[in-house]
């Protein structure tokens, strides 16, 4: 089985569903830096759940390949931290710049923070959001490249069709279905999509390795 089918397909669903949200962003010392590979730090969790900074880790470097970056494997960064005494999130984001970039040799480093994450159950439906921010530092300077932010929603779409037995039924389902499985994953999938995407409003500009380099 082609493991990539369904990160492609959900990549595509994001894009499609939306996007970072549209603001001015000044991109002057972004284009002058222009990094090449990119370091993830583990995402900092501010939601109740305690998978939420593990499951937006898993997903956030196949955008950010896809833009055009090299990105620092993920398990060697964290067993890297983890030889170094650092496991929590909060303590590796405090390391200076150029300490990372002496131990990694990555030109910036990507601050990700999870702000919600989980599923709200209601009497005729449920709801899972995962909302995310992020922060591209570059490691030589400490510049900020960089920030955006994006959320995404199991509801998005939905127009509770059915009537209100329809509604109840589907509401229960949900719940047992969320209940046994991490139901904010795929949607932490599609936020990570909108978020560290290159080519969109706001967004990152084209590495290195895309063929749209320099087109932004």
């Known amino acids: 089985m082609n493991v990539l089918k369904p990160l492609v397909a959900l990549f595509a669903l994001a894009l499609l569903g939306g996007c970072v949200a549209p603001k001015t962003v000044d991109y002057a010392a972004f284009k002058q830096a222009r990094p090449r590979s990119i ?8 939601s109740p759940d305690i998978k939420a900074s593990y499951s937006l880790m898993s997903q956030v470097t196949f955008p950010l390949a896809e833009a055009g970056y090299y990105v620092v494997p993920v398990a060697l960064a964290a067993e890297t931290f983890h030889q ?10 405090e390391l200076p710049a150029d ?10 480093a990507m601050y990700v923070k999870v702000t919600q994450y989980g599923t709200t159950y209601m009497i005729i439906s449920s709801n899972t959001v995962v909302t995310a921010t992020a ?4 490691l030589k300077t400490g510049t900020t490249l960089w920030t955006g932010t994006a959320t995404a929603s199991s509801e998005e ?36 999509a909108r978020l560290l995407s290159a080519g969109q409003p706001a967004g990152l500009l084209y590495g290195p390795r895309s063929p749209k380099y320099g087109s932004d």
């Open 157 to 192: 779409g939905n127009n509770n069709g059915g009537g209100l037995i329809g509604m109840l039924i589907t509401a229960a389902v949900k719940q047992i279905i969320n209940s046994s499985t991490d139901a904010g994953h795929p949607i932490a999938g599609i936020t990570s």
């Open 135 to 138: 922060k591209l530092v570059d």
């Open 39 to 46: 370091l993830v730090l583990p995402p900092i969790n501010e």
């Open 84 to 93: 170094n005494g650092l496991d929590n999130p909060n303590d590796i984001a």
């Open 99 to 108: 300490k990372l970039r002496s131990i990694f040799g990555a030109d910036a």
